[in-house]
């Protein structure tokens, strides 16, 4: 439940009572809460301590008086909050040591923890793993992302953490100024050859810090010693090259992890070579090693990408965004048993490819044709995302009208091509004589932003107009 207000008096009895409907209570950032209605707060939440499981005071500027009553809150017997966010950029060391003190070493039932840009420099480190190791040891959940505790505050986090975080299995450590040492740090506490901490840790975000290859190094011995359970791996803008991402094919492929997520988006070194040994590494020995949901979006991929990318089995997500994939890419992709869900917006590589075929006679015609083949095959293809390609070409798309040809096909997004409109209007209409249940969403170029997307949903065009928002302090919104 989401909670404010602009002024005046909170009132603290109606707000949890309403708010014990979802047993979740938000207090936005937009509303007044201060020291004094902080206390209030816990003091009523003190006298029912089941009454929530989740407690979001983020972005609230809260001096050490209320964040002491947070943290008696979570040391009273029978309190249920399991997901905690509290605090704004001025939280700092001081409010993690305020909040450290306030729970005296009794141990909360917290699995969640929110301190995202917090203002947590290298001197709260140290406070942080003695929080962790004292009084939330059953922590599943932790989010530190956008704190510059840098090298310095990870290195004072890992030797003071010792083994409280061992059920711990999602971090979010991304945009913290670490550096490949900090990174090796890291990586090398986490080794059963180390000091072996957060032993069950799964979900991994280090994304936005400078890590290079080095860093991404550490991170691939890290997979191999847990291949079993590293599940997400998110290393998005982390300045690391096609040898980096080689590094971790290899390392996935041969350990045979099986990850839901490889996040390696913004990482422009990776280049349509990098592409390709990251798909070499993944098969790796033939391993049963797989990743399901794959993001390499802005990272240089092109045709040779694409075509090895082609042949890595169980990807059934892959995110190819601002790349520079032709026909001869997208064919062989279309083409990979499994896929589910292919992104290539804003690859004008594509749009160039369609054109040239247009004027090249009977070679344009079978690149055309081995389209419509591949897209024969793509049999588990749901999401097929061509949007801003500079696609011109309306009959491309006349292939869609078979329904043998991605049989599973959802939605068409082609948004921000310059396709001429009374063309594709013809080409709209057979679609949907054809294929009802097909979404295919396109704006004319010239059309505003005013203007609605032409969209195909069941038959129908819709129109999305703005709603307006209204706060309404007498019946706050659910959440859920």
Request: proline share 4%; glycine share 10%; charged share 20%.
């Amino acid at each position: 439940m989401a909670w404010g207000r602009a002024e005046g008096e909170l009132d603290v009895h109606g707000m949890i009572a309403r708010a014990q409907r979802s047993r979740a209570l938000h207090v936005m950032p937009s509303r007044k809460l201060d020291s004094r209605d902080c206390l209030r707060l816990c003091a009523a939440l003190a006298q029912a301590p089941g009454s929530l499981t989740q407690l979001d005071l983020s972005g609230h500027a809260l001096e050490e008086e209320g964040v002491g009553a947070i943290g008696a809150l979570l040391a009273t017997p029978g309190c249920c909050i399991e997901r905690l966010g509290l605090g704004d950029a001025r939280f700092g060391a001081a409010g993690i040591e305020a909040l450290t003190k306030a729970l005296g070493g009794a141990q909360s039932g917290l699995l969640a923890l929110d301190l995202e840009y917090r203002g947590l420099n290298d001197a709260a480190g140290g406070i942080l793993g003695e929080m962790f190791s004292h009084s939330l040891s059953q922590l599943r959940e932790l989010n530190l992302a956008r704190n510059p505790l840098g090298d310095s505050g990870m290195h004072s986090l890992i030797r003071t953490v010792d083994r409280g975080l061992s059920l711990l299995e999602a971090v979010d450590f991304s945009e913290m100024n670490l550096t490949q040492q900090g990174l090796i740090m890291m990586s090398d506490a986490m080794l059963p050859s180390g000091m072996d901490i957060m032993p069950s840790l799964s979900l991994i975000t280090v994304s936005r810090n400078a890590i290079g290859d080095e860093g991404i190094a550490a991170l691939a011995r890290l997979v191999e010693a847990r291949p079993a359970i590293m599940k997400v791996l998110k290393v998005s803008a982390c300045n690391f090259s096609a040898h980096g991402a080689a590094l971790l094919g290899h390392a996935i492929g041969k350990s045979a992890a099986q990850l839901q997520l490889l996040d390696l988006e913004e990482n422009p070194g990776i280049g349509d070579a990098g592409c390709v040994a990251l798909a070499e590494g993944l098969m790796d020995h033939q391993s049963q090693s797989s990743v399901a949901q794959l993001k390499l979006s802005s990272c240089g991929c092109a045709d040779c990408g694409a075509v090895a990318l082609s042949k890595v089995a169980g990807i059934k997500d892959l995110s190819l965004q601002h790349s520079f994939v032709g026909i001869t890419g997208v064919t062989a992709l279309l083409g990979l048993r499994g896929l589910q869900r292919l992104s290539l917006f804003n690859d004008s590589t594509l749009g160039k490819t369609m054109a040239s075929l247009q004027e090249s006679g009977s070679r344009g015609n079978n690149d055309r044709d081995a389209f419509r083949v591949a897209l024969g095959g793509s049999v588990d293809l749901c999401e097929l995302d061509l949007g801003a390609c500079a696609i011109s070409d309306s009959n491309l798309f006349s292939a869609f009208r078979d329904v043998s040809y991605a049989p599973g096909l959802e939605c068409l997004e082609l948004n921000g091509n310059p396709l001429e409109p009374t063309a594709f209007s013809q080409v709209h209409a057979n679609l949907k004589q054809c294929r009802p249940g097909l979404d295919v969403v396109w704006r004319p170029p010239q059309s505003s932003e005013s203007q609605p997307c032409h969209q195909l949903a069941q038959g129908e065009q819709n129109t999305v107009e703005d709603q307006d928002e209204s706060d309404d302090d007498d019946e706050p919104p659910s959440l859920d």
